[in-house]
T-cell receptor, first 117, second 116 residues
Framework: KNQVEQSPQSLIILEGKNCTLQCNYTVSPFSNLRWYKQDTGRGPVSLTIMTFSENTKSNGRYTATLDADTKQSSLHITASQLSDSASYICVVSAKLITAGSQGNLIFGKGTKLSVKP | GAGVSQSPRYKVTKRGQDVALRCDPISGHVSLYWYRQALGQGPEFLTYFNYEAQQDKSGLPNDRFSAERPEGSISTLTIQRTEQRDSAMYRC??????????????FGEGSRLTVL
């Protein structure tokens, strides 16, 4: 069964510190992996999209890594800011095999990050 | 438009009533997705369209749920005979390219449905 597991479920860090969020998946065949940031009460906003051949991608203070062999990804946030407080959702996309496959985007439940002053 | 627009933002209805939720995607976006998101959870896929064609509706919970996108732009998600368990945030997303899983998804602010 295609699944995306994220850890930790929640995380509290002090402003200025770094943190790393984890995503493990069992989606096959793999197409791409996305990280989204979702502020409370808002829609998810894309941070990165990574394909099989990419093992790292940065977007400002956010750096995502992908190990397609172990089926793991991480999102590293550097020098955290109060505005980084949000849920971070890992989404894995499967290659379309047949129709009726739930749109082929499998969402994790997210990691809720709180950055404290 | 500048972003994906959903209406109403909040809807409170009594059990048994029908509701219609509207999604206006980014202009020119080909694919449109409907998701349902419970508090503290990631979005749950409902259905998606490429242009006006409904490609996949396997995520719709039961036959009380339906969606249409007759002209390949605005979409409506309709829930008939609402039940309390239908209460959730309903999110729409659109993408420039045909789906699924190709191209970046842009999400709307969502429609919060509460069924009393």
């Amino acid at each position: 069964k295609n699944q995306v597991e994220q850890s930790p479920q929640s995380l509290i860090i002090l402003e200025g510190k770094n943190c790393t969020l984890q995503c493990n998946y069992t989606v096959s065949p793999f197409s791409n992996l996305r990280w989204y940031k979702q502020d409370t009460g808002r829609g998810p906003v894309s941070l990165t999209i990574m394909t099989f051949s990419e093992n790292t991608k940065s977007n400002g203070r956010y750096t995502a890594t992908l190990d397609a062999d172990t089926k793991q990804s991480s999102l590293h946030i550097t020098a955290s800011q109060l505005s980084d407080s949000a849920s971070y959702i890992c989404v894995v996309s499967a290659k379309l095999i047949t129709a009726g496959s739930q749109g082929n985007l499998i969402f994790g439940k997210g990691t809720k990050l709180s950055v404290k002053p | 438009g500048a972003g994906v627009s959903q209406s109403p933002r909040y809807k409170v209805t009594k059990r048994g009533q029908d509701v219609a939720l509207r999604c206006d995607p980014i202009s020119g976006h080909v694919s449109l997705y409907w998701y349902r998101q419970a508090l503290g959870q990631g979005p749950e896929f409902l259905t998606y369209f490429n242009y006006e064609a409904q490609q996949d509706k396997s995520g719709l919970p039961n036959d009380r749920f339906s969606a249409e996108r007759p002209e390949g732009s605005i979409s409506t998600l309709t829930i008939q005979r609402t039940e309390q368990r239908d209460s959730a945030m309903y999110r729409c997303a659109s993408s420039l390219v045909p789906g699924p899983n190709t191209g970046e998804l842009f999400f709307g602010e969502g429609s919060r449905l509460t069924v009393l």
